[in-house]
C-alpha cells in the first residue's frame, strides 16, 4: 500500500496579493502551494520524502498523475514485460524521481537516497488510485484556505482530467 502525503512551507508563503479565481496554470504549478511531499510503502515502513520547503505541491500531485498515466502506454498493460519508464524532475534541483513500470508493478527511486536503497515497489492500480485522490484531497484542502481558488477553471480541468478512480 502506498500513502503520499505533503506539508505546506512557512517560509516560502504564497504572494498576498494572488487572486487565486484566476491564477493561470503557470502560477498554480510553479509559483504557488510551495511546501514538501513524500512517498510512504506502508507495509515496509520505508518512504521517500523531500525535505526543502520549496516543492510546489499541486505541480507533484498533477504531474504524479501524468506520470501514472505515462506508465500505463503499453497496450498490454499489466501483462508487458518490456519497462515504461517516467521521470518527476524538482524545478528547483537536480534531483529527480524514477518511475519504471514492469508487469502491474513500479518501483519508485529517488536521485537523493544511497544507491544501496532498495527502490519503492508498488501496484500501478493502486498508485493510479493514490495519485488521484492526493490530487483531489490536496485540491480540496488548497480551496477551503484560498478564497476563490476553487473558482479557478483550471483546476476544473485538472479534476475533470483525472477523476477519483
Keep these: 500500500m502506498i500513502d503520499l502525503g505533503y506539508g505546506l512551507s512557512r517560509r516560502f508563503p504564497d504572494p498576498p ?30 518512504e521517500l520524502s523531500t525535505a526543502w520547503g520549496w516543492v510546489p505541491v499541486l505541480d507533484f500531485a498533477w504531474a504524479l498523475c501524468d506520470i501514472v498515466e505515462q506508465l500505463d502506454r503499453d497496450p498490454l498493460g499489466s501483462r508487458s ?23 502491474g508493478w513500479v518501483e519508485i527511486t ?11 515497489t508498488v501496484n500501478h492500480g493502486a ?29 476544473w480541468q485538472l479534476q475533470a482530467r483525472f477523476p477519483r478512480v
Design 17 to 46: 496579493q494572488t487572486d487565486y479565481r484566476t491564477a493561470d496554470v503557470r502560477a498554480l504549478r510553479h509559483d504557488l502551494f510551495c511546501g514538501d511531499v513524500y512517498l510512504a510503502d506502508t507495509e515496509t515502513d520505508r
Design 110 to 120: 529517488a536521485d537523493w537516497t544511497g544507491a544501496d536503497e532498495p527502490p519503492l
Design 127 to 155: 498508485l493510479r488510485r493514490e495519485a488521484r485522490d492526493f490530487l483531489h484531497d490536496l485540491i480540496a484542502d488548497l480551496t477551503d484556505m484560498h478564497e476563490g481558488l476553487g473558482d479557478n477553471p483550471a483546476l
Design 81 to 103: 514485460h518490456l519497462a515504461q519508464h517516467a521521470e518527476f524532475d524538482f524545478t528547483e534541483s537536480t534531483d529527480r524521481l524514477r518511475f519504471t513500470r514492469r508487469f
